[in-house]
């Protein structure tokens, strides 16, 4: 079974920075995406950054410069980086991961997530 734990959200101004953290555990393939996704009060849930196996990596246009995504494979652990935070950044973010027999030739946004986090809060105020 697969886990995913996130950490690290928090209140901060506009203008400030975070780091998210997700800590992957249980069995997973070599070939995966995985991905940021964030929920505001009354918005649907959207892709926020993801990264592929081969460490590429994909973000919605909104944050394209003010976020990045990285992971460290030794310590199973999925990075977001998040800068000149606005309040509209606010909402629960979650931590996913989906995971391929063969390589993924898409970008990760696309694929539909098959295991999540329970969230982390980011509140930006302005």
């Known amino acids: 079974q697969v886990q995913l734990v996130e950490s690290g959200g928090g209140s901060v101004q506009a203008g400030g920075s975070l780091r998210l953290s997700c800590e992957v555990s249980g069995y997973t393939y070599s070939n995966n995406c995985m991905g940021w996704f964030r929920q505001a009060p009354g918005k649907e849930r959207e892709g926020v950054a993801a990264?592929?196996?081969?460490?590429?990596?994909s973000y919605t246009d909104s944050v394209k410069g003010r976020f990045t995504i990285s992971k460290d494979n030794a310590k199973n652990t999925l990075y977001l980086e998040m800068s000149s935070l606005k309040p509209e950044d606010t909402a629960m973010y979650y931590c996913?991961?989906?995971?391929?027999?063969?390589?993924?030739?898409?970008?990760?946004?696309?694929?539909?997530?098959?295991?999540w986090g329970q969230g982390t809060q980011v509140t930006v105020s302005s």
């Open positions: 996913a991961a989906i995971f391929f027999v063969i390589p993924y030739r898409l970008g990760c946004l696309v694929p539909t997530y098959n295991y």
């Open positions: 990264i592929k196996s081969d460490g590429s990596a």
